[in-house]
């Protein structure tokens, strides 16, 4: 099952995977029913279409991928609601659908990489229904500013793929997160919009932007059976920007 099948690195994935051979279960807003063999029209944004959604797909099901999500030009309560605590209600609502040794991934984003200035707000959101979600901003000062809105709903996201390594061990459904960095998607112009200068800067590093193309088998390779042993981890795939932070956050940088 593949959330954000329309378009982008949700579209991709659902290519790639069927590609090699999966029965792919599509999500999203618009309908568009390339690569996927069933196809569910969902606002992810509301709470009931996600638990009928939940409800209504069969069970059995061999790997989630949640991948639909909105850009940081949304108002800071939805895309908190969509990107994060909608994600979860999704995840949670679908466990006993999976199958016995699924795979779950999540796609994050490069701009959670300063979650550890960030656990005191992550560990206040666990508790947090969709529902609330504007009453969480309000209290944590989660605004649209800067993208913040975003950062904070992947910072939280990679938190929760690490804290859930272990959660259905006995079952052998293992949950792990996919981080890209800028890729050229048609919200990669919302982010320019947000960031201004420093899209400008990252996109001065970088020798390109990513493509769906770069990210969508690191989904699939996660999704298969060949990374049964990877728990709980945050896959980057990014050109080497991560790697570039990291440096120059401890004085590495050449």
Not at 14 to 30: E, P
Not at 162 to 186: F, H, L
Request: aromatic share 6%; proline share 6%.
């Amino acid at each position: 099952m593949v959330t954000g099948s329309a378009s982008g690195i949700g579209l991709e994935t659902a290519r790639l995977c069927s590609a090699m051979g999966a029965t792919v279960l599509g999500v999203d807003l618009t309908k568009r029913f390339d690569h996927v063999e069933e196809f569910y029209r969902a606002d992810l944004s509301e709470p009931r279409t996600i638990d009928a959604l939940a409800e209504m797909l069969p069970e059995g099901i061999d790997g989630l991928a949640n991948i639909a999500g909105l850009p940081p030009t949304h108002p800071a309560d939805r895309v908190l609601a969509v990107n994060l605590f909608g994600l979860k209600r999704l995840t949670l609502g679908l466990v006993p659908k999976l199958a016995d040794g699924a795979s779950i991934v999540n796609l994050a984003s490069l701009a959670g990489i300063g979650w550890p200035q960030a656990v005191e707000a992550i560990r206040a959101s666990e508790p947090v229904a969709m529902e609330d979600a504007a009453e969480f901003a309000a209290r944590w000062q989660i605004t649209e500013a800067g993208g913040r809105s975003y950062f904070f709903s992947k910072e939280a996201l990679i938190a929760w793929t690490m804290q859930n390594r272990w959660t259905w061990r006995e079952r052998g459904i293992r949950m792990n997160a996919v981080s890209p960095g800028p890729v050229e998607t048609p919200i990669l112009g919302d982010f320019l919009e947000t960031l201004g200068a420093r899209a400008e800067e990252d996109a001065r590093i970088m020798d390109r932007p990513g493509t769906p193309q770069d990210i969508a088998p690191a989904v699939a390779f996660l999704l298969s059976d060949m990374s049964r042993w990877m728990r709980g981890i945050n896959l980057p795939v990014d050109g080497g920007m991560s790697s570039h932070v990291l440096c120059e956050m401890h004085g590495l940088s050449q």
